[in-house]
């Protein structure tokens, strides 16, 4: 527990701080790689060149520090972290590390204006967030656990099946190698990965887009020409092969509403809108599906959609847009997911749950139309396909 001198430091040092966070974050993770090399397998370390993955550390540090008294606040700042920690089996000894690491970096970053007394404070305030967060990770690691069909930590898969959904999407389906059931998930929810490559651990997360209950999990993979992970799926994965897999976790799931569904993706962010729609449209909800992609050859599970479409018959709408089509048919669907568009298939009964996924710079756009739309915040979900950010 914080004492009042030490909030008394932090908040006197906060705006340092923060103007340097990144600064701090960038020399942070260099600082722990060089030390302890065997963490490197937990990240992605293409959103280490980016830049996404220090970004995202210094908004976190930062957000604890403004709102760790905002029980709203900090349940929006904490469940995507535990989430993405849990599916990289993150456990409590590795805080110690971090920090180490994270507090040799403010010093380095700062200099001599980290006395004794900041070094305290702000060492006492990110063992405050990291207690916080262990403890809502061993809730969440108990709770994949004792589910039926749950586990804890990496278990062993099968490669069942894979299936070229497009020119550069494949689907993978697992089963478990013990033959025993697997735990259920909730739509929208994503599956962590870990894979052997050349001798080295890479842990990733790849949304299901199999359905809640059934029993094999899919996933449903683009690959990425920097992509170490997913060439390796591609391009060395066979049927047969053996990958442990992660329990599935994630935040970006149904409401509970019984309002129309508004699902809008881009490229590969289609994936975790499959089992959304298929959950909507089981709940008898209207669902308005708007897809955008490059053109038809990486149009991923056009097919099914509209077989979908065939199905479900008026309950659900399914659109797509081409930016850059090839084809005289593709012409007929040249455009994009602008105001106007959205416009044209935003449900009128009622404010619809609109869920989207796809580029970051897609996904401000279509959260600033919806805005303009009327869609409050309440009614807009979206999710990073990698560490969390900001889309404004």
Same mark, same amino acid.
């Given at each position: 527990?914080?004492?009042?001198?030490?909030?008394?430091?932090?908040?006197?040092?906060?705006?340092?701080?923060?103007?340097?966070?990144?600064?701090?974050?960038?020399?942070?993770?260099?600082?722990?790689?060089?030390?302890?090399?065997?963490?490197?397998?937990?990240?992605?370390?293409?959103?280490?060149?980016?830049?996404?993955?220090?970004?995202?550390?210094?908004?976190?540090?930062?957000?604890?520090?403004?709102?760790?008294?905002?029980?709203?606040?900090?349940?929006?700042?904490?469940?995507?972290?535990?989430?993405?920690?849990?599916?990289?089996?993150?456990?409590?000894?590795?805080?110690?590390?971090?920090?180490?690491?994270?507090?040799?970096?403010?010093?380095?970053?700062?200099?001599?204006?980290?006395?004794?007394?900041?070094?305290?404070?702000?060492?006492?305030?990110?063992?405050?967030?990291?207690?916080?967060?262990?403890?809502?990770?061993?809730?969440?690691?108990?709770?994949?656990?004792?589910?039926?069909?749950?586990?804890?930590?990496?278990?062993?898969?099968?490669?069942?099946?894979?299936?070229?959904?497009?020119?550069?999407?494949?689907?993978?389906?697992?089963?478990?190698?013990?033959?025993?059931?697997?735990?259920?998930?909730?739509?929208?929810?994503?599956?962590?990965?870990?894979?052997?490559?050349?001798?080295?651990?890479?842990?990733?997360?790849?949304?299901?887009?199999?359905?809640?209950?059934?029993?094999?999990?899919?996933?449903?993979?683009?690959?990425?020409?920097?992509?170490?992970?997913?060439?390796?799926?591609?391009?060395?994965?066979?049927?047969?092969?053996?990958?442990?897999?992660?329990?599935?976790?994630?935040?970006?799931?149904?409401?509970?509403?019984?309002?129309?569904?508004?699902?809008?993706?881009?490229?590969?962010?289609?994936?975790?809108?499959?089992?959304?729609?298929?959950?909507?449209?089981?709940?008898?909800?209207?669902?308005?599906?708007?897809?955008?992609?490059?053109?038809?050859?990486?149009?991923?599970?056009?097919?099914?959609?509209?077989?979908?479409?065939?199905?479900?018959? !008026?309950? =659900?709408?399914?659109?797509? @847009?081409?930016?850059?089509?090839?084809?005289? *048919?593709?012409?007929?669907?040249? $455009?994009? #997911?602008?105001?106007?568009?959205?416009?044209?298939?935003?449900?009128?009964?009622?404010?619809?749950?609109?869920?989207?996924?796809?580029?970051?710079?897609?996904?401000?756009?279509?959260? !600033?139309? =919806?805005?303009?739309?009327? @869609?409050?915040?309440?009614?807009?979900?979206? *999710?990073?396909?990698?560490?969390? $950010?900001? #889309?404004?």
């Amino acid at each position: 527990m914080l004492n009042q001198k030490q909030l008394d430091v932090i908040n006197a040092t906060a705006p340092v701080v923060a103007e340097n966070a990144e600064t701090i974050a960038m020399t942070f993770y260099p600082l722990m790689f060089e030390r302890y090399p065997h963490v490197r397998s937990m990240f992605n370390m293409r959103h280490q060149q980016t830049g996404e993955q220090p970004r995202a550390l210094a908004r976190s540090v930062v957000a604890y520090a403004l709102n760790r008294h905002d029980p709203e606040a900090l349940e929006r700042l904490m469940t995507p972290i535990v989430n993405k920690h849990v599916a990289i089996n993150l456990q409590p000894d590795q805080y110690a590390i971090v920090a180490e690491c994270l507090m040799a970096a403010i010093g380095e970053v700062l200099g001599d204006a980290v006395t004794p007394e900041i070094f305290e404070a702000w060492s006492g305030l990110y063992w405050e967030f990291a207690d916080r967060l262990i403890a809502a990770e061993e809730h969440t690691y108990q709770e994949l656990e004792s589910a039926p069909g749950g586990w804890r930590g990496e278990r062993d898969f099968t490669l069942v099946d894979r299936v070229p959904e497009s020119e550069e999407i494949v689907s993978f389906y697992f089963k478990p190698l013990d033959n025993q059931p697997v735990r259920t998930f909730q739509a929208g929810q994503y599956l962590g990965v870990s894979l052997d490559i050349d001798g080295e651990q890479a842990l990733r997360q790849y949304s299901l887009t199999s359905s809640p209950g059934d029993d094999v999990y899919r996933i449903s993979v683009k690959r990425e020409g920097q992509g170490r992970a997913s060439r390796h799926l591609h391009d060395h994965v066979k049927v047969g092969d053996h990958v442990k897999l992660l329990a599935p976790v994630g935040e970006m799931v149904l409401d509970d509403r019984d309002a129309p569904v508004m699902l809008i993706s881009g490229g590969v962010g289609q994936t975790p809108m499959l089992s959304l729609m298929a959950q909507a449209l089981e709940a008898g909800r209207q669902v308005v599906y708007l897809h955008a992609a490059r053109n038809a050859r990486v149009h991923a599970f056009h097919e099914h959609l509209k077989a979908m479409t065939e199905q479900y018959g !008026t309950l =659900l709408t399914y659109r797509y @847009v081409y930016s850059h089509p090839e084809t005289p *048919e593709d012409e007929r669907h040249k $455009g994009i #997911l602008d105001r106007a568009l959205l416009a044209d298939y935003l449900p009128r009964d009622a404010t619809p749950s609109c869920y989207f996924t796809g580029p970051t710079g897609f996904m401000r756009d279509i959260d !600033t139309e =919806l805005a303009a739309l009327g @869609v409050d915040t309440p009614y807009r979900y979206f *999710e990073y396909f990698g560490p969390s $950010g900001q #889309l404004h």
